[in-house]
C-alpha cells in the first residue's frame, strides 16, 4: 500500500523571504563586509523563495467529539449509543485520544451530566475506566423543543473560548455525528416550535458549502489536510422536499428508530473527500458504524499539507520545529522519517507535502512544519 493516501483539503497563507532585501538596506552605510553574511540560493527568474509554515499533528493522538442528538424521537439512538461506550473505547486502542460529547442543541458545550463522569468532561486512557467515563457522559438526556442544529455545535465545540483545553494543537480532530434529524443550523433564524419546520425555511439556513458555508470553519481547524475528518450516522439522503406545514415521511426506520432524511450532514461529510464518512442510522445496530467509522478516519500514518503557491521544481527544505522553539529537525527527502512531495492533484493544484508517521511521532504542543520553496 503507498505510504501516502489521498489527501483532504488544507490551506495557509505563503509570503516570499524579504530578508535578503532588509539586510542590504540596513547595511548600505557600511564600508566593510560583513564576514558572516551568506548569500541564498537563489530561485529561476521569475520566481521567489517562500517559506509556509502549518501546524502538526502527532500521528496517535486522537480528539474524538461526539455529537449526539437530544430530541424526544432520538431515544433509541441515544440508548444504543451509551450501550457502545466499550466498543467504542476498544476501537480507539493505544492511540492517546480524548473523546467528548456534545448535543445537537447548536451550544457545543461538553456534555457533562453528573458529579460521577470524570471532571475534564472527556474520557482518556489516563483515567481508571474510560468506559466507565464515556458511558457516564453518553447519557444525554431529552433537551429543549428548538430545531436541531448539529453543525453549528460541531462549529462551536472546537473553539478555546466554548471548551477550553479539549481540542489539543498537536491531535487530529475525529468529530462523530449520530442524529435521527437533519441540520438546522440557521443562525437563529428558524422560526416555530416544530422540529422538522426547518424543512420548510431552507433559504433560512445557513448554507454547507461556498461563501459563509458551514463547511470552510471546520475544514479549516487544522491546517494539516489529514487532521480533521467527519462521520455522520443520520438518515439517508432520498431527497424529499415537502410543501410548508405538510409532514415530512421518514427515511428510514430501525432498531435506533425512525430518522428523517440527513441531506446536509450528508452533504458537509461529502465535502470532506476521503476524510468524511456516512451511513445510515437504521442500518442495524449502532456500534457497527460507529466502529467503522473510527477504524476508517482515527488511524492516520502520514500529515500532508498543500502548498498556498505552485512549486513546479518541488521544495528546498522541510523542518519540524517543536513547541516554541525557533530551530527544529530538518527533515530528509524520500525517507522512512522524512518528507514527500507528491506534485499536484485534484484536491491541491499546487502541490502537496507529505509527512512520514515517523517524523511526527516526537510531536508536541503548538509544533509546526516550515516548508521553504521557490514559486511564482
Not at 423543543?145 to 491531535?171: H, K
Not at 415537502?242 to 425512525?258: L, Q
Not at 512549486?311 to 525517507?335: C, F, H, K, W, Y
Not at 518528507?339 to 502541490?351: D, L, Q
Request: overall charge negative; glycine content about 10%.
Amino acid at each position: 500500500m503507498s505510504m501516502f493516501p489521498a489527501a483532504a483539503h488544507a490551506r495557509s497563507a505563503s509570503t516570499p523571504l524579504l530578508g535578503l532585501a532588509i539586510a542590504l538596506t540596513l547595511a548600505a552605510g557600511c564600508t566593510e563586509p560583513n564576514p558572516s553574511f551568506v548569500e541564498p540560493e537563489k530561485c529561476a527568474a521569475g520566481e521567489y523563495l517562500y517559506q509556509q509554515s502549518f501546524a502538526a499533528t502527532h500521528p496517535d493522538r486522537l480528539d474524538v467529539l461526539f455529537v449526539v442528538d437530544d430530541t424526544r424521537e432520538a431515544g433509541a439512538a441515544r440508548y444504543a449509543l451509551r450501550e457502545s461506550a466499550a466498543e467504542i473505547i476498544g476501537a480507539l486502542g493505544d492511540m492517546d485520544y480524548r473523546v467528548g460529547v456534545t448535543t445537537t442543541d447548536g451550544s457545543g458545550q461538553l456534555h457533562n451530566p453528573s458529579a460521577a463522569c470524570p471532571s475534564e468532561g472527556y474520557a482518556s486512557p489516563d483515567q481508571p475506566s474510560p468506559v466507565e467515563s464515556l458511558t457516564c457522559l453518553l447519557n444525554v438526556a431529552e433537551g429543549p423543543l428548538t430545531p436541531p442544529a448539529g453543525i453549528q455545535s460541531i462549529l462551536n465545540a472546537v473553539r478555546s473560548d466554548v471548551n477550553a483545553n479539549f481540542i489539543r494543537p498537536d491531535a487530529r480532530l475525529l468529530v462523530i455525528v449520530v442524529s435521527v434529524y437533519d441540520d438546522c443550523s440557521s443562525n437563529g433564524l428558524i422560526r416555530g416550535p416544530n422540529l422538522d419546520n426547518c424543512e420548510w425555511q431552507q433559504g433560512a439556513l445557513t448554507p454547507i458549502v461556498g461563501e459563509g458555508g458551514l463547511a470552510r470553519p471546520l475544514i479549516s481547524v487544522k491546517q494539516d489536510g489529514n487532521a480533521t475528518a467527519l462521520a455522520v450516522i443520520v438518515g439517508p439522503n432520498d431527497g424529499q422536499v415537502f410543501p410548508v406545514n405538510t409532514e415530512p415521511e421518514p427515511s428510514c426506520s430501525g432498531v435506533n428508530g425512525t430518522a428523517l432524511h440527513g441531506t446536509r450532514y450528508r452533504e458537509l461529510a461529502d465535502t470532506m473527500g476521503v476524510w468524511g464518512f456516512a451511513e445510515s442510522i437504521c442500518s442495524g445496530e449502532l456500534a457497527a458504524p460507529v466502529v467503522a467509522a473510527i477504524q476508517q478516519l482515527g488511524y492516520s500514518s502520514e500529515a500532508r499539507y498543500c502548498l498556498g503557491k505552485a512549486a513546479p521544481n518541488g521544495v528546498r527544505e522541510v523542518e519540524l520545529i517543536q513547541g516554541d522553539a525557533e530551530t527544529g529537525t530538518m527533515l530528509t527527502s524520500n525517507s522512512d522519517a522524512g518528507y514527500a512531495f507528491i506534485g499536484t492533484s485534484r484536491e491541491c493544484g499546487n502541490g502537496l507535502v507529505a509527512l512520514s508517521e515517523e517524523a511526527r511521532v516526537s510531536v508536541r504542543g503548538n509544533s509546526h512544519v516550515q516548508i521553504l520553496f521557490c514559486g511564482p
